[in-house]
């Protein structure tokens, strides 16, 4: 079984779109989080949940609201798509916060390419 | 500014030889991470190195860590095809802790 799945795994869609991206982990763990990697290999945290609860939020544009309904799921609604907004998203979690050393689990992303 | 940044950015050798991936950090860690990513795939975790550690084994991978000059190193010895991937260093940041992750160095091994 998959540790951390995210659907979809491609999308495409136009400018000024609502979409989302689904993503549970089956591992138990406290933490979630969304990545986004460039076209460049960049990676960059964009949110973090710990049991449920917001704990990181970073200078993302308030067009992207993340959701945990548990601590098992974390989705990702993206507002009014933007070109700009093409990359790929990757889902994680670990055992509890990352710093403390915890091994990051990731999903196998979701490309997302807005025309 | 990035935390981790990789070095080289590319490198491609042929099966069979050894493959080393350097890391440097800017601020102090109590922890260095590595990860690989395979093309079209999600991260995964190689091995984690502790401040406290110099030097740490799994499998043919070797990781050097020198708190001194802030900087670890990814040894791969007797490389095959399929470590062909992407590979990055992760460091944790500030206050939070928040993982940096680098711009990863490319490996390509031929066969």
């Known amino acids: 079984d998959t540790a951390v799945s995210q659907t979809p795994k491609y999308l495409v869609t136009q400018m000024g779109n609502d979409k989302s991206i689904k993503c549970e982990q089956n591992?138990?763990?406290?933490?979630m989080y969304w990545y986004k990697q460039d076209s460049k290999k960049f990676l960059k945290i964009m949110f973090s949940?710990?049991?449920?609860?917001?704990?990181i939020n970073e200078t993302v544009p308030n067009r992207f609201s993340p959701k945990s309904p548990d601590k098992a799921h974390l989705n990702l609604h993206i507002n009014s798509l933007e070109l700009g907004d093409s990359a790929v998203y990757f889902c994680a979690s670990s055992q509890a916060w990352q710093g403390s050393g915890n091994t990051i689990y990731f999903g196998e992303g979701s490309w997302l390419t807005v025309v | 500014s990035q935390q981790g940044e990789e070095d080289p950015q590319a490198l491609s050798i042929q099966e069979g030889e050894n493959a080393t991936m350097n890391c440097s950090y800017k601020?102090?860690?109590?922890?260095l991470q590595w990860y690989r990513q395979n093309s079209g795939r999600g991260l995964v975790h190689l091995i984690l190195?502790?401040?406290?550690?110099r030097e740490k084994h799994s499998g043919r991978l070797r990781v050097t860590l020198d708190t001194s000059k802030k900087s670890s190193s990814l040894l791969i010895t007797a490389s095959r095809a399929a470590d062909t991937a992407s590979y990055f260093c992760?460091?944790?940041?500030?206050?939070?802790?928040?993982?940096?992750f680098g711009q990863g160095t490319t490996l390509q091994v031929k066969p």
């Open positions: 601020t102090s860690i109590n922890n």
């Open positions: 992760a460091t944790p940041s500030g206050n939070t802790g928040k993982l940096i």
């Open positions: 591992l138990g763990h406290d933490t």
């Open positions: 190195i502790r401040s406290n550690e």
């Open positions: 949940y710990n049991n449920k609860e917001l704990i």
